[in-house]
């Protein structure tokens, strides 16, 4: 375990646990989608890129930008709404644009796609053995944009890498109940070189991306990595699905009487009644056996017995990157009333 | 007459219009999750989950309303228009014209629209102007859960394409899914009136009629959604100074009702466009060329949406067509 | 050898000789997107189609809709622009759409597909055992509506037939400098029942269509059916790229001259230069060398001389189709100065 | 000042800009046939033949920009802009907010545009209104090959997302490709100004600046494109009668010269608009509400495209702003 994998998953966790305080206290608006539980991924692949490398993002783009190197004040003054924010308060953390590090990202889903696909030919024509990666979503494979980005990154042979964090949910849709075919074998189909990890093995994931990004530096046709990963935590901070398949008596009482409701009014047949009354109860429970069974597979945690061999190392990482996120945190907070302590 | 969510009138009005004819059908991401009554209820042969694929699934649902379905198609956004403009602008609209009236296309995109939950300018776009533009498309825009039932209800009777926007900032469902996500540490400044409503079940309300909010004759506040519920509040405020404003409610903006807003504005002589789109090229020019080709001369202003919607909450709150700026436009009208 | 589906190879080459020949006559205005060599695709996939099943194509639509039996003279009243003609002469030819025979076209590359999903779903839920077929380019194959459908229609399990004519060429961009992967490896990666056929042989494709249409009427998963074809009259009629590539000292002159002159011009710099009038030239003699090649395979011909057997029968459809072609345009021309012999 | 035509003044600006700064690269189907002397100077690696993907090349502009690059997308025609107008939209309009002024967006697309050769209601429409709503964007509509030139070499030095509008009926080329199709059978009512002209090498257009192409005291005619030459042919008539129209060449539609009209109209006290554009929600209305915004008072006529344009050539030409509607308008204007 190179600890320094081990760092940036940490530095990436930490700060979207800082986030979600943020969040919760009702500093950060909006939305708020974190990569909880995808920080081997970002660890995995961000760590090979190098100056001049784009790296294009979707909404849940903290831990790659992290990982990056982005200066983490002045991503929390931004979702904080700050006018030296990243993007002057005006963006929020689906938008979050650094060109120092030729990274953004996007809410549009699909997006990263072509954007990365842009980045990865600037970098072909201006800066040789550069290279980009974008970062999508399975879900996302199956909007126009990023499945024209399959052909196109082959049709102009684009050093770029695509890694899909395959979590299998798109929000409340299971992937396989909207998808045909995997994600890797469209690539494929495509002419994509393409390979496959498990996202919370951080070292699988570092190795696999090397090989693609090695290629790519090379020259090579572009590469598709699709990395298995859990949604530990929902969608999104407050996932109303996750709460109700975690607290079915409590937070999924509305819903349920609603559908109880619908399904006993006149109208509409019996068994597609009972059928529609299956499908939620069958989304609750996968929803809630995915969210138990993947919380068995956090990759920090993995990632952390990992670095059992080297308890000294270990706790010295963990003291720097706690005290790096509270003095970040601290800086962002200065001019908040309640600040770190709230 | 039952009170319901905004959001609620419309799932209401779809749920009626289902049980009354088979040949509706729902489609959408999330649908199962989001609309969970309705497929508890009709099943998931009319209610279609759909994959990110806008472009796909809208143009899907013209086709089905050629085969004889009347598609209820539900965008998570109507920022996400542009991966699907296409089936809009180039085949539902135009499908009556190039069949020589052989066939209309029913169809009906839900659209949720608008900000004022702090989610960013790719989030809180309203755009109506940009579909309101198109030849053969119908446009609506109620802003209570009684209008958001009756157009519901009239546009899935309706023939042709309609686009119905549902605004986040009323649609108690949509704020809490985006915007609270069951935290207490947030607040939105909810217009009571257009979140929560009483709705008759069965009613209608026609293409094409404005409904006047509130009578004045010193000023007429044209808005559609939030914008009413603004304008009706500053509208409260000027009355404490003398200044009695008409608050028309456009409901429609294609066909638009021409005929209340050139009434109005004939005895008022002003017009005050408050619009939570972009100000130009749209609703708000849209009215001055009305007015001006009616022949009235009005004094005319309009507060809109300069730029892209900022993220910060107060800078979003400054940005969109909010009360202290219909105010301050309406007393440079009337000075 | 059917005869009827020589007769209705014959009908359609007959139809569009005639709409070229009022075309070059200017009573037709706009572009003029002919099907020319892909009768055999036509009539070797609509003559399977049943009442109640929906076809949705592209903007080379009059093969299938003549095969279908949409009424000739409607059709070529609206290419005149005439009230009574389909669209009441407010459409025009790449928006022929019949409410009779469930049939619609479009000029946006790549709307056939989902208008063919939708076309589908209705089917499935109204008319049990109907379907319906999408006719597609190659190049709108990189459109991503069309990429979309590919897997929306997987998902939905929608009785869909897509009928992808491959001629190699959008325009006059030679699909493989374009394209990654085949047509038909797409199709199968969104998990896709796919055929291949020479598209020019008519008895190939009926026997594949009816397999494939057989198969969704039981309710099996969309069918993709790649026909190869051969492009022999350029994109539209009046094809400049044609014209250049058949008479390159004539109608090239003036592209090749342009090219000359920025070529020579300075700036640039010599080897890219050099590379790209390489390259205007390959595509010149690329163009040259498929309409010659494909000149040799027109499938007209080839259905011609398998009829070659039955002489009569075959003289008798050819008089029987030279006598409705001629009196439809007689009836179609009933009000144009000049009419039918002009 | 060599003569040529409209659509390769706009090919030469694009050259001599690509001769001078290596980080432009054009990008769009079909280009290494339609653009082949740009591929013939300056290779391959610059003229970038794409699929048939323009969600995904138009996004890839706008990534490209953001590495460094200077793209210049070319559309088949504006119609097709729905299956990409998310790049639009989204991405690149937004991209300087979004950023924080770190990134502009410098993409050119050029979109060809509009009717009059008989293409049907999916192949002639103009869509600038739609585009010229959106915060970020700049749109400019050249009418003459001066223009032309001119307004594409700023948009090739400006930093930001610009939309070209070249006017196939003024473009020689595309009227030869898509409506002539080397027949002597056809013809088209080209302004002949608008078709050839001067053009001078090296010479830039400002961004919102509009061009006063004829003077006047009576009638503010305000236009764009095609509609600037219909204009003068009107004016020129409506002379004849006594009435000395004002035409104004808006040239930029975002940013918009305001001042121009304003000081127009405020001369003639009538403001008339003809645009190839849908009517409703676009430039029309955006030009009465400048008008009433600077306090002016105008009688007010526009003459647009009222709904999908008809694919027979006498309907097209009869939906079109033409001359005689023009003149129409322009007499119950000055009644
Ligand atoms: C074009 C578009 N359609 C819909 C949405 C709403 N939306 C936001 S995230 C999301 C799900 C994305 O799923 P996936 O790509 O798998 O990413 P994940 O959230 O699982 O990381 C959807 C549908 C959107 N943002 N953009
Ligand atoms: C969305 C869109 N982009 C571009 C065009 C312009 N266009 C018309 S036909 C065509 C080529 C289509 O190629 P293919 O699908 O292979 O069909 P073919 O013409 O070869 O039959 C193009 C690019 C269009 N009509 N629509
Ligand atoms: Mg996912
Ligand atoms: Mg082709």
Redesign the pocket.
Known sequence: MHPDLYRQMLRARAYEVAVADLWRRGLISGEM?L?TG?EAVAAGVVTHLRDGDGLAL???CSPPLVVRGVPLVRMLRELLGKPDGLGHGRAGH?HLFSREHLAGSS?????SLPMGAGLALAASRLRPRRIAVAF??????N?GMALETLNLAVAWNLPLLVVC???R???A?R?ADVSGGEPGERAAAFGWQTARVDGRDVLAVHAAAQTLIGRLRKGRKPAFLLATCP?LDG??LGDPMLRMARQPLTDGRELLGEVAGAATRKGGDLLRRVGGVLRMTRLLVQARAGAERDGRGDPLQQARDAMARDPEVRDRIEHEVHDEIASALEAALIDTPGGVDA | MPECTFGRAIDLAIEHAMARDATIVLIG??VPMLRAPLVARFGTGRVLAAP?S?AAFLGAAAGAAMGGLRPVVE???V??I??GLDAVLNHMAKLDTFSGGGWRCPVLIRAPSGGGYGDGG??GQSLWGMLAAIPGLTVVVPSTPADAYGLTATALGHDGPVVLFESKLLSAEWLEFLGRGARDSVTFDVPPAGARGAVEPGATVPLGQAAVRRQGGDLTIAAVAVGVHRALEAADRLAAKGIECEVIDLRSLRPLDRRTVVESVRRTSRLLVADEDYVAYGLAGELAAVALEAGLTPRYARVCLEDTLPYARHLEAAALPNVERIIAAALRLTD
């Open positions: 989608h990569g995808e979707a909404h849940r689906m809410g549009v889903v699909g997006a999508t979503g399975d879900g996302a494979l909007q964090i395959d979590n949910w798109a929000i849709t992937s949604r969608h999104f | 991401e999330d990110i806008e965008l998570y956004m920022d996400f542009g991966v790719q989030h």
